[in-house]
């Protein structure tokens, strides 16, 4: 369960927000520019970083997706992750992730610094390094700080991300199961849900909120203080009760929900609609990691058609 679990799959776009933190990106930059410096990473921890020496670099484990080192300088310690195969548009995403979640001065994010690519290919995110503590923390605090992140990150631009993120919607998904493992019955009854769900929605007062997307119990964490950390999102704004949708995997309690429902009021029908958010991200692990996920995807599927009579 190391993996983005969205890694497949796409937000919709929208034009970059001015409120978000202009990062040292480059994005625009041609990779020839890149190949004059034999290790960008090192280069910004010795100017930007505000370092003169690099004392050690250990690897961190817990992804499978990148590779990740913490680096340790007399300026103190950054956390730097890597990709050989992949250019720099999934680390942009995931730098205007953290930074919007760092903006709204509520939930402790690793503050990102630096996105680029690398000389022979590939790319490298530089962001804060966090102590973790050692515990996933205060879940009555995870949820309210959780709530409170919800509560600040509205979006006037409307749903979606300023770039296409790694967490998409539920036809893509269905669509990628139809044409992964030609499951035409997954497909169809899922379509028939989507076509009918309308009324799970009723009395809803739905506003654009900067969720994190991804917020399995890998993802979760505590610093030294026992404050919470998130991190790793795949960040859009969107329905803020479908930061819920990883649940199954997250440990999230009658103490988290109290908490959160205290700063953002839970909405009529709330109940009906925890499952459907859950379908996705079932479904994106079907298609991610195969067979295993289906029954469960497959049965929320029939749930909602009888409960709608559709």
């Not at 979760?220 to 991190?231: A, H, M």
Request: charged share 20%; hydrophobic share 35%; proline share 5%.
């Amino acid at each position: 369960m190391g993996a983005h679990v969205g890694l497949i799959s796409l937000t919709s776009c929208f034009s970059p927000l001015s409120r978000l933190p202009r990062l040292s990106s480059t994005k625009h930059k041609p990779f020839a520019m890149a190949a004059m410096n034999e290790d960008p990473v090192r280069q910004w921890i010795l100017s930007e970083g505000k370092a003169t020496k690099i004392t050690n670099i250990s690897p961190v484990g817990g992804g499978c997706i990148n590779l990740a080192n913490r680096y340790d300088t007399d300026a103190g310690s950054f956390f730097v992750k890597t990709n050989r195969s992949i250019g720099p548009s999934m680390f942009e995403g995931e730098a205007l992730g953290l930074g919007a979640m760092y903006e709204t001065g509520s939930i402790r994010v690793p503050k990102p610094f630096k996105v680029g690519p690398l000389p022979m290919g590939g790319s490298y995110i530089i962001m804060e390094f966090i102590e973790f503590g050692s515990s996933r923390g205060n879940q009555s605090v995870l949820g309210r700080k959780l709530a409170e992140m919800h509560k600040a990150g509205k979006s006037e631009k409307g749903f979606g991300f300023d770039v296409n993120n790694t967490i998409g919607r539920l036809g893509y998904q269905l669509k990628l199961a139809l044409d992964q493992y030609g499951d035409s019955t997954i497909y169809e009854k899922g379509q028939r849900l989507v076509k009918s769900m309308g009324p799970l929605f009723d009395n809803v007062v739905i506003e654009p909120c900067l969720l994190h997307g991804d917020l399995w119990s890998g993802n979760i964490s505590s610093d030294k203080n026992g404050e919470p950390v998130i991190l790793d999102p795949a960040c859009y704004y969107g329905h803020n009760e479908a930061e819920f949708g990883m649940s199954w995997c997250a440990g999230f309690g009658g103490a988290f929900y109290n908490a959160y429902f205290e700063v953002m009021p839970k909405q009529p029908g709330f109940e009906k609609r925890r499952d459907l958010y859950m379908l996705y991200h079932y479904l994106n692990h079907y298609n991610l990691f195969g067979s295993g996920y289906r029954s469960s995807a497959m049965s929320i599927i029939d749930d909602y058609l009888r409960m709608l009579n559709v």
